[in-house]
């Protein structure tokens, strides 16, 4: 079948945009959507939403369109914060009940309606909402938050709904995740109540694209590229270079116009790679730099070490749900942190006492709780003090240093203490870290950290001995620590391995 031409028609106070396959309505002069037309329904927006959205391309053959937004700051105007930008489409409510986020993250959702007092009980997250009366009757007695479904950047390249007749389906696909910042790893919202993967491979393959007329966008041949071979040196890992498997690695604008800093990290390392020069990247040309190495932190050998250096914390111990809260997507999934009131179930599991954890003895994936959060109390919620014991046949003469990799915090008091708690075993100490809130929006990783702490070998003893991991924030249910790696190392007693 031949492709109709794109027609832009203007009626009234509106603009029609029509390919013959979808049909776009859009109030002038403000330029919001107010209407899409597709697949026999003459709208898939919901009717009683207000007009919002604007900028927007339709192509010949395209069964969809292309949204876009410009941000100016015109020169003289006053500094200004940009927290957040989004772009959201309120479907009609009567017909798109299911929604699909990957082949495994796909369900019947609740009813806006669901979300309000006479159905649902708001808990004490405030997206959080246990469905005590649903229209739908098979959702009863689950919890609905719209951060249950977030995903990375790196993972969320296409996400819709599904309507129950006529079968529309309605996808957001990015071919590209260059305009988002945060980087691979930041975890996004998808859908919540309020044949695609091809789709969006065709449109990665089309990236960057070639019908975007404005000046401030880049086509390729006015982009330039810049390629390398990143690879790790750790003298106590290995004597030889190491390729960087999957690595992340990114650029960061310099004061110059095409020129950027070169920065990234490598899962199995902790800390972050920052080449030694920065980059200059040219339009329509290649920079080719070689080899690279990143030599991680590290002042000696490995005395023992918990987790694996991801900058996440999905290497430890994530319990079931409370049966009271549970949110039947999650119930089988590796995604059992998506669960509401995961914090809780740390005191469940150690009613009596914190957590003790024994090198050589505990299992990291079943013995270290994802969470280091305050326990629950009878009246309020008190701080937690986790117990690392371990043996040392000896002691060696030097600083020791204790290296705490954190994947997240939310408003923590952290102090780390050696075999004592008191004012003169206190090597470590900060107030209020964080502001991730991981652990209420069902999360596993938020911004990384990195504290390298100094253990005085006169505060060791040969035999057993103890470090203390101290949540002292009180009061405060959501609060916490998501660890991601601890590594203590010796000092260096070789001269093979001094520097």
């Known amino acids: 079948m031949a492709q ?72 003289g105007c006053r500094a200004f914060d940009l927290a957040q930008t989004r772009m959201a489409f309120k479907l009609r409510r009567e017909t798109f009940h299911y929604m699909a986020i990957t082949d495994q993250k796909q369900r019947i959702m609740p009813m806006p309606e669901d979300l309000l007092p006479d159905r649902g009980k708001q808990l004490i997250v405030p997206e959080s909402v246990l469905l005590v009366n649903p229209i739908n ?185 409370n049966p009271m809260y549970s949110n039947k997507l999650f119930l089988n999934s590796p995604e059992k942190y998506r669960q509401y009131g995961m914090w809780d179930r740390y005191t469940d599991i150690h009613p009596e006492s914190d957590q003790v954890f024994t090198i050589g003895i505990n299992n990291p994936t079943k013995d270290w709780f994802f969470a280091h959060v305050d326990r629950r109390g009878a009246n309020k919620y008190l701080p937690s003090t986790w117990k690392i014991s371990f043996n040392l046949t000896s002691v060696t003469n030097g600083s020791y240093t204790l290296r705490l990799a954190i994947a997240s915090a939310t408003r923590s008091d952290l102090q780390v203490n050696v075999n004592y708690i008191d004012a003169q075993h206190l090597v470590f100490q900060m107030m209020n870290i964080g502001t991730d809130n991981t652990v209420c929006r069902h999360g596993i990783h938020g911004l990384y950290r990195l504290f390298s702490i100094d253990v005085s070998s006169s505060l060791l003893i040969e035999g057993d001995n103890s470090i203390f991991l101290t949540q002292a924030r009180g009061g405060d249910a959501l609060c916490g620590v998501l660890y991601d790696y601890i590594r203590l190392e010796a000092p260096v007693t070789s001269s093979r391995f001094q520097q």
């Open 4 to 75: 109709k031409n794109v027609t832009l028609i203007t009626q009234g106070p509106y603009v029609i945009l029509d390919n013959g396959l979808v049909k776009l309505t859009i109030a002038k002069p403000q330029g919001f959507l107010t209407g899409i037309k597709y697949g026999g329904m003459d709208n898939l927006l919901d009717l009683k939403s207000s007009e919002s959205s604007r900028g927007y391309i339709v192509r010949s053959g395209v069964s969809g369109f292309h949204c876009y937004a410009v941000y100016e700051r015109p020169s």
């Open 137 to 321: 009757p098979d959702l009863k007695g689950e919890v609905d938050d719209k951060y249950q479904y977030s995903m990375d950047n790196k993972d969320g390249g296409v996400h819709g709904w599904i309507s129950s007749g006529p079968i529309v389906g309605f996808w957001i696909i990015f071919p590209s995740h260059e305009f988002r910042n945060g980087g691979p790893t930041k975890q996004n919202l998808t859908v919540h109540t309020g044949p695609n993967c091809l789709a969006r491979l065709f449109e990665e393959s089309l990236w960057p694209y070639d019908f975007v007329s404005s000046p401030y966008y880049l086509t390729a041949k006015e982009r330039g590229s810049a390629s390398g071979r990143l690879l790790v040196q750790d003298r106590f890992v290995s004597g030889s270079l190491v390729p960087a498997k999957n690595a992340y690695v990114g650029l960061s604008a310099a004061r110059t116009e095409g020129v950027y800093g070169l920065h990234g990290w490598v899962p199995g390392f902790i800390g972050d790679y920052l080449n030694d020069e920065l980059v200059t990247i040219s339009s329509g040309s290649q920079t080719l730099l070689g080899n690279l190495v990143y030599s991680p932190v590290r002042n000696g050998p490995t005395v023992w070490e918990i987790g694996f250096p991801d900058r996440t914390a999905t290497g430890f111990y994530v319990p079931d749900v």
